[in-house]
């Protein structure tokens, strides 16, 4: 009798690990929730140079949001599994939280936002620097959520900081651009 090869199955983590580690951009060092943040502002770059002016910014709505539910589905789904391998609370490996969350300012921004490649960049830059910041500071209610277990306490604060971030790109974006 031939000796039969078995595969064993992979643990449900190793199936998501890439998506939870946005690709390992979660492995790199120092800064990966920096790295993790860059991925949507990316996307939302690329898609301004690819489209007519007038349809970019509900083209990157609709990315953003696809990322973001995405991305948020991934940290709620592989949150526990993620804790236990990284044998840590919100692991600083885990930076699909991160993903989710600079996607929110990202979204619904104004069409003269994007008039140019320089209030373009400008913009993305800008709302990638205020949820870097509000995700460092973690502001009420994100210091406090963040506790709650698994995949709801990874990706809740991130979330949190979008919001705050989202709030100060639309008043100074509409405020510069009327």
């Given at each position: 009798?031939?000796?039969?090869?078995?595969?064993?199955?992979?643990?449900?983590?190793?199936?998501?690990?890439?998506?939870?580690?946005?690709?390992?951009?979660?492995?790199?060092?120092?800064?990966?929730?920096?790295?993790?943040?860059?991925?949507?502002?990316?996307?939302?770059?690329?898609?301004?140079?690819?489209?007519?002016?007038?349809?970019?910014?509900?083209?990157?709505?609709?990315?953003?949001?696809?990322?973001?539910?995405?991305?948020?589905?991934?940290?709620?789904?592989?949150?526990?599994?993620?804790?236990?391998?990284?044998?840590?609370?919100?692991?600083?490996?885990?930076?699909?939280?991160?993903?989710?969350?600079?996607?929110?300012?990202?979204?619904?921004?104004?069409?003269?936002?994007?008039?140019?490649?320089?209030l373009a960049a400008f913009t993305l830059?800008?709302?990638?620097?205020?949820?870097?910041?509000?995700?460092?500071?973690?502001?009420?209610p994100a210091n406090q959520l963040q506790?709650?277990?698994?995949?709801?306490?990874?990706?809740?604060?991130?979330?949190?900081?979008?919001?705050?971030?989202?709030?100060?790109?639309?008043?100074v974006a509409r405020g510069m651009l009327?």
């Amino acid at each position: 009798m031939k000796p039969h090869l078995q595969i064993p199955a992979r643990p449900p983590l190793l199936r998501g690990v890439r998506l939870i580690t946005v690709f390992g951009l979660g492995l790199v060092r120092p800064a990966p929730g920096t790295f993790g943040s860059l991925p949507p502002v990316f996307l939302a770059w690329v898609l301004f140079l690819a489209l007519p002016a007038a349809s970019a910014p509900a083209a990157i709505t609709i990315t953003m949001l696809l990322v973001l539910v995405v991305f948020s589905l991934a940290c709620i789904m592989q949150g526990d599994a993620a804790e236990a391998k990284f044998r840590a609370k919100d692991p600083s490996s885990v930076v699909a939280d991160e993903t989710a969350g600079q996607c929110i300012p990202l979204l619904f921004l104004p069409g003269a936002a994007f008039a140019s490649p320089t209030l373009a960049a400008f913009t993305l830059v800008f709302a990638f620097l205020c949820f870097r910041a509000f995700d460092i500071i973690k502001p009420w209610p994100a210091n406090q959520l963040q506790r709650l277990p698994g995949g709801w306490g990874i990706l809740i604060d991130d979330l949190i900081a979008g919001l705050y971030a989202a709030v100060m790109v639309q008043v100074v974006a509409r405020g510069m651009l009327g």
